[in-house]
């Protein structure tokens, strides 16, 4: 039976502090885009072998990229794929990209060159175990709770393992469906959670629910339901908050970031065994991943020009303060 894991400490939810005040930043990456048209960069993710994978799906146009803002390599999908929903790269540089419309995911090489095509369980994102397994998670509930598994395991060649995982309590607010959310890896361990709720699931390696994050934010809200579109209900949909991802920070912490939907507050929520803290984020920070103690962004505020470029900038996390 899964344990239900309770954070105790100094820091209490409720105590917001300065973003400023437990990270310092490091080092600000600025890729310029020398495409002619204006990218638009829908997919960033950050990789363990310090790279940098880029999405544009309207121009399908994916992009990879060193920590230095060097273009390793850049292809366009144009006419092989109709939709991305996420884009993958393993340790040998083959390109992993989904369509969850059609539940087709292609493979290609550093090239572009389409090497295989595989048929896939329903499913929007795309994650690399430490065992090199594809996991495909499916956020996207438009119908409610169906009692289904909600992530499906494959070889990298794309052989069906297992599919695993609960579905979040309440994937819809009255009329409107919530898709948003993320996977993460502690060693083998598998971190999940959903932008319904505040509550993150760990699972085994073969997909057996062992623990239960379920802490409370004070900033936390979502209302009851949403039952049209008309002014009045879609201020309260405004306001709602929303978990958009979790994060293993390096081994001890585990950090999620929340925001409003209309993009008004942002914050970073810390926990481990001892304590939790809740932090405020400044409005202009996007976080696209965790590499050891450092927290990568995207800084909207570095952009003010409408360039066509990004800024990610990281910051390393002050950990002797939560201790």
């Known amino acids: 039976m899964a344990s239900i894991s309770v954070f105790m400490g100094r820091e209490q939810p409720g105590m ?3 973003f400023s005040l437990y990270f310092v930043k490091k080092d600000v990456i600025k890729i310029n885009f020398t495409n002619k048209n204006k990218i638009t ?5 950050i990789f363990q072998d310090s790279t940098i994978v880029i999405a544009d799906k ?6 990879r990229y060193n920590f230095k803002g060097k273009l390793l390599s850049q292809f366009n999908i144009q006419k092989k794929l109709d ?4 884009v993958l790269v393993d340790a040998s540089g083959i390109f992993y990209i989904i369509d969850g419309y059609k539940n087709i995911l292609k493979k290609f090489d550093r090239n572009g060159k389409e090497t295989k095509t595989i048929r ?22 438009p119908d409610g709770v169906k009692n289904e598994s909600i992530i499906h395991e494959y070889t990298l060649n794309g052989k069906y393992i297992r599919s695993f995982g609960r579905e979040p309590k309440n994937p819809k607010i009255g009329i409107l469906p919530i898709s948003a959310g993320n996977i993460s890896f502690y060693n083998s361990d598998i971190f999940v959670c959903h932008a319904s709720d505040f509550i993150i699931d760990v699972y085994n390696p073969r997909g057996v629910l062992k623990k239960t994050y379920n802490r409370r934010p004070s900033f936390y809200f979502l209302p009851e339901a949403i039952n049209s579109l008309d002014e009045k209900e879609m201020k309260k949909w405004n306001r709602s908050v929303q978990l958009w991802a979790s994060y293993l920070l390096m081994s001890d912490y585990l950090i999620s970031y929340f925001d409003r939907v209309d993009e008004t507050k942002h914050w970073l929520f810390i926990q481990n065994d001892k304590g939790c803290i809740e932090l405020s984020l400044p409005a202009t920070l996007y976080p696209i991943g965790v590499i050891h103690k450092k927290v990568f962004f995207i800084d909207s505020s570095k952009n003010k020009n409408n360039e066509n470029s990004i800024v990610i900038v990281n910051y390393e996390f002050k950990s002797h303060l939560l201790r």
């Open 58 to 63: 309207e121009e399908k146009l994916v992009c």
């Open 83 to 86: 939709h991305i929903d996420d």
């Open 41 to 45: 960069p829908n997919i960033v993710r």
């Open 16 to 18: 917001l502090k300065d």
């Open 120 to 141: 896939v369980k329903n499913g929007q994102q795309l994650y690399l175990t430490k065992k090199n397994q594809l996991l495909i998670y499916n956020v996207y509930h």
